[in-house]
Every structure is written in structure tokens, then in C-alpha cells.
């Protein structure tokens, strides 16, 4: 292509305006049809959260209306034909391959009702632990096998969302109604414990080239263990000193890794998150008379620090480094 281009211009056949002309007009062309294909992707999975609304809807004004095999239709089976329909539009490239992940999307939400319509009409407890284990084990078998299938993107998100409920699912199983753990302390325990998990597997797919799912999964995993540290450091007087002073360590931690990883989503989820503290500090021991005002002063310099301390990070360490 190079060496016509060349054979052309020698030929004086085309001047170097009009190649810089026709080049500008493709890029412009390829823009417009990436525009557009952006737009039909965002209009899919809209047009499939409305079917979903619509075969929701129709389940439960319905419902008393049905019999069995036509709940378990309604539900699992409008699921299984969303999936099946998705694996044959993912066949095709690019417009159509976006409806089928669409429908694929559509099958992911349907399937978890359809699962609990049918054990419900076995007559399970649906609200049983063991019940929750299954569904959730179920649905990552399904779309992790789907994964290795069909090498999408959307089944990777939804096996690891399901894996996350597969753990809630199974630890509280596990731990049944032990009189010794607290259950608010247990799902704090546990998120802290989930949060940690989020951000070692986002590290692993930063390390594979899947910089997309690395900042989804560092976002996640840091917002489940900043919340959570904060929530378990409790409020005065019920506070835990453990936790209020081991949170200013977590956030500088997360704030030396953003420079090591040269990732901008720690360097602002520790700010934000050292912002939060220090709001909650001053609030929780200087809320009265003098020392509260006081304290206002001392917060707003505190956070002018973090935010120049974020600044100087930016520049020095991450300017060219990318999300």
C-alpha cells in the first residue's frame, strides 16, 4: 500500500494535500462508524433492561394466574432462550456481536430468578444458605465455562460477580447460626475480606494487559476495604481504636502503591478515603463547644495537604502513567 502511495506521488498523480485530505476524511469516517457503534451498543443493553422490566413485570402481576410449568417458563425458560439467542448472535461480527452480548446480559439477570422460581416450586427455602450456595455455584459454573467458550469480557465480569456471591453464600453456611459471631461484624469481616481479594486479582489482570478489568476490580476492592475499615472503627464511644488507628496506614499504603503501580485509582481513592477519615475524626472528638471550630480549621488545612499531596504525586509520579 506504502510503495503505491510512492509510485503515485512520483507520478505526480495526487498532490500532498489531497493524500492529507483523504486520510483526514477516513479517520473521520472510522470515527463516525465507531460513534455509531458505540451508540447501538449503549441502545442494546437499554432495549435489554426494558425486556427484562417487561418479563419481570409480567411474572409478577401474573403470577397467581400461572401454574407451575408456566412460572418455571416465564422465568428460567425466558433465560435459557436469551442465552441461546445471545451464543447465536455472537456468531457474527461487530453490530450483531453486540445484540447477542445484549442478550447475554439479559439471560445473567433472568437466570438467578428462574433458578429461584424452580426451587421455590420444589419446595425449597429460598432463603436458605444452602439454597443461596447452590444458585450462586451454579451460575459460576455457568458463566465461567461460558468465559472459556465465547472469550467475553461480560462473562468474566459476571463469574466474578457471582463468585462474589458465592462466597457471602457459602461462608454463611458454613458459619450457620453460631451464637458466638456477631452478624454484622461477620458481613464487615467478610466484605474487608472480599475488598483485599478484589484488589489482588485486579493486580493479576494488570500483569496479563486487562487494564480494563484491573481499575473496575482496584475500584471495587478499594472501596470494600476503606468502607469497611471505616465502619468497623465504630464511633465514639463505641468506637475500636484498632481500626481508627490502623486506617490512616491503610490509606498511605494505598497512596505508596499508586506510585509503585503508577495507577492513578489509588492515589485519588486515598485521598477521597483520607478525606473521609478526617472528616469522621474531627467530628467524633472535637464536636463540641471550642474544639469543634477548632478542628474545622485544623480539617480544612488537613485537606488542603491531601489535596496538594495528590497534586505533587500526579505530576511527579503518574503524569504520563495511565488508568
Known sequence: MLKAIKYIASQNLVSKDELISAYDEGIAGRKSEKTSFDISKILYFIGGGIIILGIVILIFTNWDKMNDFGKILASLGSAIAAY???????????IIYA???AFFFIS???MPIGFYVTLDIAGLDVDAAGVNAFVSASLVLIYA??????KTYLFN??????SSWFYFSLTSLIAGNNPILDAEK?????TLVLGFSFL?????????????????????GMCGVFITALILGGYKPDQNMFWEIIYPGLVFAAIFISVYLKN????????IFLIAYIIKITSEYFSHGFGWAFSLVIAGLALMGVGYLTYYLHQKYLGSSEL
Open 186 to 190: 461477620f458481613f464487615e469481616y467478610r
Open 157 to 162: 465480569i459476571l463469574a466474578i460477580a457471582f
Open 84 to 94: 441461546v439467542l445471545g451464543a447465536i448472535l455472537s456468531r457474527y461480527e461487530k
Open 264 to 271: 492513578k485509582i489509588f492515589l485519588f481513592g486515598g485521598s
Open 108 to 110: 445473567a439477570i433472568l
Open 145 to 150: 465455562i461460558s468465559y472459556f467458550v465465547y
Open 200 to 220: 489482588f486479582l485486579g493486580y493479576y489482570y494488570s500483569k496479563i494487559d486487562k487494564k480494563v478489568f484491573s481499575n473496575m476490580l482496584y475500584a471495587f
Open 99 to 101: 445484540a447477542g452480548q
